[in-house]
């Protein structure tokens, strides 16, 4: 039951025939209007959110969410035996589930970008009893008794309406509605109380805060436009390590090693005082439920319904991953230990963690003549937005057209509409809040906030998505300018929009980007291929300051080089964050949570670079609740998108083909996880899924 979430130009020449965006907002009411009434005549419905704006209303719909959800399952707990049938019973669940989810995929998002404190505060504390809620709502025994009942009838069911059927006895089987009602009772309590804690870990995220300062000499080799927005006295600097943008411009290009350290053990032990006691709660919590329901670990309890199936599946993935790079990453990790001795004269230097950044980046530069901050003047934030808009539009079929939003948590929040640019029928909305600010979410997602849903009289709720981001901030000299991880971070997330609007599932449960957790991320990794297309830059990077000027072939052909040349220590980060998430959810338990960090740490350094002494990094590694024993299913997920992306690379049209977006469109996006996600990879693929070009993109060698 997943209601929080989970983890966005023009091609004027080549496409004049293509639909570009509305740059002038329309008048709200009326352009919101036309909307809602051209998607009546596809029985489709459009609602704007209505955001609550005061802790009283923050409270009143909590209140009411609850009231309409306990009042749904008193209607099918009280259902005689006679009385049960599919409708009443199975979608009426669904039905209750999409209701609720509203204020709490609603909520979530206020308490991540509302700019008002006490409001944030607030939905933290409505989120903790919607979701204590929730986990009560799996022990209602006269709905269990309602549904046994329907599943006695031995409903003949078929496709999406069967796996529904299915997935939700399970659901009830997993949540231990079969144990002796004492066990069951004792999951239940411990469910509800691991719930408020996930939620503290996760709001202790969002409002970690932590500012440095610095002199001008410590920041050495950080670009001047980087200091000009932080300067705060005259040789006084401040960075703000919980900021993401400003964290990898300091550890990318600092040339001072004490200032990269310094900065990188403060945010490793960003919120660490309030995370670390809440994440030994948390995990003996998990381990202790997983057992409770017969599950060797917690980890084991997760991938049982994921593609992975087993937590040694996942282990051993990435352990096999780990020692395919091996040899590629000894060879970078060499080369950067070169770069050091150079700089430092010292023949014993040693590549510490945080250094691997800077000289990853130092080797792109002296090796590959690419500097990544230098090629920020070709990437705008407007005009990357507008091209990956138009190449989104013309792949998927799509106009999009900006509204002005009617209510607005920030100043220059956006809301587009999102059509079918052949029929003409509405798909949906989404917004846009890309910006840092205090008290944001701060890192990159797509957060939902309606679902697609068949609705009791035959209409469909069409979707709402949003996008929170924190892309550098416009100054008074320049546009916001992004670098090119940042234009394979917009694309990628706006795949998640898309993935969510696009959906044409009939069930919540099954809408958009509710697929297994280890597929999730696949679609949109796909799409960050884009960003490393010469035809697909072209149409939108271009220096500001002369829009005549485009990235060189040979900068791109370098920036290529470089990346496959560092790809080895990227790779094995992420193999070291998955391998860390297992072994904490497989191996901790209420006699051993001292070795809660010694452990995360051992795993994170066998895999990558020795952590820093005396620091907490899971404390502020938010993945470790939303993901929970799940990180694998990044690695998992690319290995499948690598594969998907061949079949744009192998097309007539390459990544323009209409076809085949058409086609990613139907079997991956429409369909959700109404069928096995399985049979809609092998659908898009028309072949079985295959790991080699993965392998062959990180560079592991093939025998």
């Given at each position: 039951?997943?209601?929080?979430?989970?983890?966005?130009?023009?091609?004027?020449?080549?496409?004049?025939?293509?639909?570009?965006?509305?740059?002038?907002?329309?008048?709200?009411?009326?352009?919101?209007?036309?909307?809602?009434?051209?998607?009546?005549?596809?029985?489709?419905?459009?609602t704007?959110?209505?955001?609550e704006?005061?802790?009283?209303?923050?409270?009143?719909?909590?209140?009411?969410?609850?009231?309409?959800?306990?009042?749904?399952?008193?209607?099918?707990?009280?259902?005689?035996?006679?009385?049960?049938?599919?409708?009443?019973?199975i979608?009426?669940?669904?039905?209750?589930?999409?209701q609720?989810?509203?204020?709490?995929?609603?909520?979530?998002l206020?308490?991540?970008?509302?700019?008002n404190?006490?409001?944030?505060?607030?939905?933290?504390?409505?989120?903790?009893?919607?979701?204590?809620?929730?986990?009560?709502?799996?022990?209602?025994?006269?709905?269990?008794?309602?549904?046994?009942?329907?599943?006695?009838?031995?409903?003949?069911?078929?496709?999406e309406?069967?796996?529904?059927?299915?997935e939700?006895?399970?659901?009830?089987?997993?949540?231990?509605?079969?144990?002796?009602?004492?066990?069951?009772?004792?999951?239940?309590?411990?469910?509800?109380?691991?719930?408020?804690?996930?939620?503290?870990?996760?709001?202790?995220?969002?409002?970690?805060?932590?500012?440095?300062?610095f002199?001008?000499?410590e920041?050495?080799?950080?670009?001047?436009?980087?200091?000009?927005?932080?300067?705060?006295?005259?040789?006084?600097?401040?960075?703000?390590?919980?900021?993401?943008?400003?964290?990898?411009?300091?550890?990318d290009?600092?040339?001072?090693?004490?200032?990269?350290?310094?900065?990188?053990?403060?945010?490793?032990?960003?919120?660490?005082?309030e995370?670390?006691?809440?994440?030994?709660?948390?995990?003996?919590?998990?381990?202790?439920?997983?057992?409770?329901?017969?599950?060797?670990?917690?980890?084991?309890?997760?991938t049982?319904?994921?593609?992975?199936?087993?937590?040694?599946?996942?282990?051993?993935?990435?352990?096999?991953?780990?020692?395919?790079?091996?040899?590629?990453?000894?060879?970078?990790?060499?080369?950067?230990?070169?770069?050091?001795?150079?700089?430092?004269?010292?023949?014993?230097?040693?590549?510490n963690?945080?250094?691997?950044?800077?000289?990853?980046?130092?080797?792109?530069?002296?090796?590959?003549?690419?500097?990544?901050?230098?090629?920020?003047?070709?990437?705008?934030?407007?005009?990357?937005?507008?091209?990956?808009?138009?190449?989104?539009?013309?792949?998927f079929?799509?106009?999009?057209?900006?509204?002005?939003?009617?209510?607005?948590?920030?100043?220059?929040?956006?809301?587009?509409?999102?059509?079918d640019?052949?029929?003409?029928?509405?798909?949906?909305?989404?917004?846009?809040?890309?910006?840092?600010?205090?008290?944001?979410?701060?890192?990159?997602?797509?957060?939902p906030?309606?679902?697609?849903?068949?609705?009791?009289?035959?209409?469909?709720?069409?979707?709402?998505?949003?996008?929170?981001c924190?892309?550098?901030?416009?100054t008074?000299?320049?546009?916001?300018?992004?670098?090119?991880?940042?234009?394979?971070?917009?694309?990628?997330?706006?795949?998640?929009?898309?993935?969510?609007?696009?959906?044409?599932?009939?069930?919540?449960?099954?809408?958009?980007?509710?697929?297994?957790?280890?597929?999730?991320?696949?679609?949109?990794?796909?799409?960050?291929?884009?960003?490393?297309?010469?035809?697909?830059?072209?149409?939108?990077?271009?220096?500001?300051?002369?829009?005549?000027?485009?990235?060189?072939?040979?900068?791109?052909?370098?920036?290529k080089?470089?990346?496959?040349?560092?790809?080895?220590?990227?790779?094995?980060?992420?193999?070291?964050?998955?391998?860390?998430d297992?072994?904490?959810?497989?191996?901790?338990?209420?006699?051993?949570?001292?070795?809660?960090l010694?452990?995360?740490?051992?795993?994170?350094?066998?895999?990558?670079?020795?952590?820093?002494?005396?620091?907490?990094?899971?404390?502020?590694?938010?993945?470790?609740?939303?993901?929970?024993?799940?990180?694998?299913?990044?690695?998992?997920?690319?290995?499948?998108?690598?594969?998907?992306?061949?079949?744009?690379?192998?097309?007539?049209?390459?990544?323009?083909?209409?076809?085949?977006?058409?086609?990613?469109?139907?079997?991956?996006?429409?369909?959700?996880?109404?069928?096995?996600?399985?049979?809609?990879?092998?659908?898009f693929?028309?072949?079985?899924?295959?790991?080699?070009?993965?392998?062959?993109?990180?560079?592991?060698?093939?025998?």
């Amino acid at each position: 039951m997943r209601w929080r979430c989970l983890f966005l130009a023009l091609i004027a020449s080549l496409f004049a025939a293509c639909h570009t965006v509305k740059t002038k907002s329309d008048n709200s009411t009326e352009a919101l209007t036309a909307f809602q009434n051209r998607a009546a005549k596809f029985h489709s419905v459009i609602t704007i959110p209505a955001f609550e704006k005061t802790t009283n209303e923050v409270s009143t719909t909590t209140a009411q969410a609850i009231a309409t959800g306990d009042a749904a399952l008193d209607r099918i707990g009280k259902l005689g035996a006679g009385e049960v049938t599919f409708a009443n019973t199975i979608v009426a669940l669904d039905d209750l589930n999409a209701q609720v989810g509203l204020a709490s995929e609603r909520l979530g998002l206020i308490e991540q970008t509302s700019t008002n404190a006490a409001v944030r505060e607030a939905a933290t504390v409505a989120l903790k009893q919607l979701s204590e809620w929730s986990v009560g709502l799996d022990y209602r025994e006269d709905v269990y008794h309602s549904l046994k009942a329907f599943a006695a009838t031995n409903p003949q069911l078929n496709g999406e309406d069967k796996k529904l059927f299915v997935e939700t006895m399970r659901d009830y089987r997993r949540a231990g509605l079969e144990l002796p009602k004492s066990e069951r009772d004792e999951v239940e309590k411990l469910r509800k109380e691991l719930t408020g804690l996930e939620t503290d870990f996760e709001n202790n995220v969002t409002k970690a805060q932590l500012s440095l300062t610095f002199t001008r000499s410590e920041l050495a080799g950080v670009p001047d436009d980087f200091l000009e927005q932080v300067k705060t006295d005259a040789d006084e600097y401040t960075v703000k390590a919980n900021v993401t943008w400003h964290s990898l411009c300091v550890l990318d290009n600092c040339s001072v090693e004490a200032t990269r350290k310094k900065f990188l053990v403060a945010r490793d032990n960003l919120a660490r005082a309030e995370n670390m006691p809440l994440l030994a709660k948390v995990l003996v919590l998990r381990d202790s439920i997983a057992k409770k329901l017969g599950y060797a670990s917690y980890a084991d309890l997760g991938t049982d319904v994921k593609m992975v199936k087993t937590a040694a599946n996942a282990t051993r993935f990435l352990q096999d991953l780990q020692a395919g790079l091996q040899p590629k990453f000894a060879a970078e990790q060499e080369e950067f230990r070169q770069l050091k001795i150079k700089d430092t004269g010292d023949t014993n230097a040693v590549i510490n963690i945080w250094d691997w950044r800077y000289y990853s980046n130092e080797l792109k530069k002296q090796k590959y003549n690419v500097d990544a901050e230098q090629l920020r003047v070709y990437f705008p934030y407007q005009k990357v937005l507008e091209g990956m808009f138009t190449i989104y539009q013309r792949i998927f079929g799509l106009k999009f057209e900006a509204i002005e939003p009617p209510y607005k948590w920030i100043g220059d929040l956006q809301l587009y509409a999102v059509s079918d640019a052949q029929t003409g029928e509405p798909m949906g909305l989404f917004y846009l809040d890309m910006f840092p600010r205090d008290g944001k979410y701060n890192h990159f997602a797509m957060f939902p906030l309606i679902e697609g849903k068949q609705l009791a009289d035959g209409t469909y709720r069409r979707p709402v998505m949003s996008m929170i981001c924190n892309f550098p901030a416009p100054t008074k000299d320049h546009p916001s300018l992004m670098s090119h991880d940042d234009v394979e971070t917009i694309f990628h997330e706006f795949g998640h929009a898309m993935h969510g609007v696009l959906t044409r599932a009939k069930y919540a449960r099954f809408s958009g980007t509710s697929v297994p957790q280890d597929f999730v991320e696949a679609p949109s990794q796909m799409l960050e291929n884009w960003a490393w297309d010469k035809a697909v830059l072209d149409t939108f990077a271009a220096d500001y300051r002369d829009p005549s000027k485009k990235i060189p072939t040979e900068i791109l052909a370098k920036l290529k080089e470089a990346r496959l040349a560092t790809e080895g220590t990227r790779y094995r980060r992420q193999i070291s964050f998955g391998l860390m998430d297992l072994a904490l959810h497989t191996q901790i338990n209420s006699e051993n949570t001292t070795n809660i960090l010694p452990l995360a740490n051992e795993k994170l350094g066998a895999a990558f670079i020795p952590m820093a002494p005396d620091t907490a990094f899971p404390a502020y590694f938010g993945h470790i609740i939303g993901y929970g024993a799940g990180y694998y299913g990044y690695a998992w997920a690319d290995a499948i998108a690598a594969d998907l992306a061949t079949v744009f690379e192998q097309s007539p049209g390459g990544y323009y083909d209409q076809t085949v977006g058409m086609r990613l469109r139907k079997e991956i996006y429409e369909v959700g996880n109404s069928r096995d996600v399985n049979e809609s990879i092998e659908k898009f693929l028309g072949r079985p899924r295959s790991i080699e070009p993965f392998l062959k993109r990180i560079g592991v060698n093939q025998k």
